[in-house]
């Protein structure tokens, strides 16, 4: 991969590797089982600046490349799923609208304390009639003194309990289709906050907290389980003018660039998850024998292994050109589109594979490759499903092959 990665990405690659082995994979199965959201990790990643690292350092981010972010939630994954998507969520879905779409006060009042990981922030946008047809949205916002009255409610949102911070969608004019949805920053406090104020992180009591947005029960989810995931309600809420983020009616072509850069994020989560559960695979068959030799001498497991190692470096070249593309601002909605599709359903076969390589032993807790599977699920679901995926790569295709005008 040296034609993407310079000295810098490597040194940092290295250190949140070395993060990652030393808090992260002690306690990766524990979270797993209970549940719970890992305060402590996540303020010792917003600690190292991980919590930030595309965002110019104006705003107390790293300021570094795309890839380089890229690279941060890969190296995470490689361990633990649920602190990947944390970063990822936060950065990309809660974090790059504001620094994109926002006014200069939006930027000035809300990223530094993004970019610092000082509060975390989510995104909602999916609703209960509104997932893959994300311009299906029934959230309503109605003009009321001086600002809009907003009443609707999102599902299966990231960091809806945890996070004080999001960027939501909501109908500001029923007649204009995709065009009258609209975007807003709201706030709430977190629901840990005793936690937060023990450990001063996760809250900030200087937020604009809007009476009736709250959020609900904690999904229990077969994956990304430490990961946290409600419904976001919003209840008849008076959102000041102010927070328009953007101008009004541009919610949904936002948000549609938004998931481009998104699913260069989801891909590096499931080329983590594929490289984990190679790696864990691959030194299983060095312990393991079976009729008097290691097994990685039988040709079977040196085919499967072959196979995953292949489609890893095919991933890596996807994902990896997709953030440079990002990075040199060319057009990438295409190769983000195949990147998350190809490393999505190569998370799956990986994890797959590395069980069947593992035997039994693969199919038990001792080892993180059953975690992995189910971690790599929701992969080809989350940032739009596999099937939007390939509608998206189809309509970027035929657009280059016959132009724009014949898009329907």
């Given at each position: 991969m040296n034609r993407y990665l310079s000295e810098e990405h490597n040194v940092l690659v290295e250190e949140v590797r070395a993060f990652a082995q030393e808090s992260i994979a002690p306690i990766a199965r524990s979270i797993d089982e209970s549940k719970d959201f890992p305060w402590e990790n996540i303020k010792k990643m917003a600690d190292m600046g991980l919590m930030g690292v595309p965002i110019p350092q104006e705003f107390g981010g790293m300021g570094r490349d795309y890839l380089s972010y890229i690279l941060v939630v890969e190296e995470l994954a490689k361990v633990d799923a649920s602190h990947a998507i944390t970063v990822s969520a936060h950065t990309t879905l809660g974090t790059s609208p504001i620094l994109q779409f926002g006014n200069k006060l939006q930027r000035d009042k809300y990223l530094p304390l993004l970019a610092g990981g000082k509060v975390i922030s989510g995104f909602g946008l999916t609703e209960p009639g509104a997932g893959s047809d994300a311009g299906?949205?029934?959230?309503?916002?109605?003009?009321?003194?001086?600002?809009?009255?907003?009443?609707?409610?999102?599902?299966?949102?990231?960091?809806?309990?945890?996070?004080?911070?999001?960027?939501?969608?909501?109908?500001?004019?029923?007649?204009?289709?995709?065009?009258?949805?609209?975007?807003?920053?709201?706030?709430?406090?977190?629901?840990?906050?005793?936690?937060?104020?023990?450990?001063?992180?996760?809250?900030?009591?200087?937020?604009?907290?809007?009476?009736?947005?709250?959020?609900?029960?904690?999904?229990?989810?077969?994956?990304?389980?430490?990961?946290?995931?409600?419904?976001?309600?919003?209840?008849?809420?008076?959102?000041?003018?102010?927070?328009?983020?953007?101008?009004?009616?541009?919610?949904?072509?936002?948000?549609?660039?938004?998931?481009?850069?998104?699913?260069?994020?989801?891909?590096a989560l499931s080329l983590g998850l594929a490289e984990g559960a190679f790696e864990t695979a691959l030194q299983y068959t060095n312990q393991r024998e079976q009729f008097g030799k290691k097994i990685w001498n039988f040709q079977n497991i040196q085919f499967q292994l072959a196979d995953i190692a292949t489609d890893i470096e095919a991933g890596k070249h996807l994902t990896y050109y997709a953030a440079w593309l990002k990075d040199n601002g060319q057009p990438f909605t295409k190769e983000a589109a195949m990147a998350k599709l190809f490393c999505s359903e190569l998370a799956m076969r990986a994890t797959q594979k590395a069980i069947q390589v593992m035997g039994g032993s693969g199919y038990t807790a001792d080892y993180p490759v059953e975690r992995m599977m189910r971690d790599a699920k929701v992969c080809e679901i989350g940032e739009g499903t596999n099937e939007i995926q390939r509608l998206v790569i189809g309509r970027e295709l035929i657009k280059e092959a016959f132009g724009e005008s014949v898009i329907t």
């Open positions: 299906g949205t029934r959230t309503k916002a109605v003009r009321e003194n001086g600002g809009y009255r907003i009443n609707g409610s999102k599902i299966f949102i990231t960091h809806a309990g945890v996070g004080e911070i999001f960027i939501i969608t909501a109908v500001t004019d029923p007649d204009k289709g995709t065009r009258g949805i609209s975007s807003f920053i709201v706030c709430k406090p977190t629901v840990d906050l005793d936690i937060t104020r023990e450990l001063d992180y996760g809250h900030d009591d200087g937020l604009p907290f809007l009476e009736g947005v709250r959020s609900g029960k904690k999904e229990d989810k077969m994956g990304w389980r430490a990961s946290d995931t409600r419904e976001l309600l919003i209840e008849n809420v008076l959102v000041p003018e102010s927070h328009i983020l953007g101008e009004e009616g541009e919610g949904f072509i936002n948000f549609m660039k938004t998931l481009d850069a998104g699913r260069i994020g989801i891909a």
